[in-house]
């Protein structure tokens, strides 16, 4: 049987309540939902500005994955939560920017939410799974 492991890393925000950042078992990777957390400081960065929030929140989502052992290449599966349908295009926007500069190949999919978020100053929340070959 393969262990599930917890992903940590000091490169990206430090769970706030009772969750890994990530877990790995076997050579499935799931990134917790991150949002745009400054990684030394647990400050909310860029309010108001959904774009930015969104760069931030990849980045998070990144370090998790590269500590776990994958490249942003073996995610299969993004998952975007916005607080309003008015920031999907600039959000649609700053994700493909830093999907298409951090991909090479096939592009992962992507599930878009529109819904409530834990802290007020979020705008965006995303989540992932890589897999690992």
């Given at each position: 049987?393969?262990?599930?492991?917890?992903?940590?890393?000091?490169?990206?925000?430090?769970?706030?309540?009772?969750?890994?950042?990530?877990?790995?078992?076997?050579?499935?990777?799931?990134?917790?939902?991150?949002?745009?957390?400054?990684?030394?400081?647990?400050?909310?960065?860029?309010?108001?500005?959904?774009?930015?929030?969104?760069?931030?929140?990849?980045?998070?989502?990144k370090a998790i994955i590269e500590?776990?052992?994958?490249?942003?290449?073996?995610?299969?599966?993004?998952?975007?939560?916005?607080?309003?349908?008015?920031?999907?295009?600039?959000?649609n926007d700053a994700y493909g920017?830093?999907?298409?500069?951090?991909?090479?190949?096939?592009?992962?999919?992507?599930?878009?939410?529109?819904?409530?978020?834990?802290?007020?100053?979020?705008?965006?929340?995303?989540?992932?799974?890589?897999?690992?070959?």
């Amino acid at each position: 049987m393969t262990e599930k492991i917890a992903i940590r890393t000091e490169f990206a925000p430090a769970p706030a309540h009772t969750f890994s950042q990530g877990v790995r078992k076997g050579p499935f990777l799931q990134v917790s939902g991150q949002g745009p957390v400054d990684p030394l400081t647990n400050e909310y960065l860029h309010q108001g500005d959904v774009a930015a929030q969104t760069l931030r929140t990849l980045e998070n989502v990144k370090a998790i994955i590269e500590a776990g052992g994958a490249s942003f290449d073996d995610v299969v599966m993004l998952r975007v939560y916005l607080t309003t349908r008015d920031d999907f295009a600039t959000m649609n926007d700053a994700y493909g920017a830093f999907v298409a500069a951090n991909t090479s190949g096939v592009l992962p999919c992507r599930t878009t939410v529109f819904t409530g978020l834990p802290r007020a100053e979020m705008l965006v929340e995303i989540d992932a799974v890589a897999v690992i070959a």
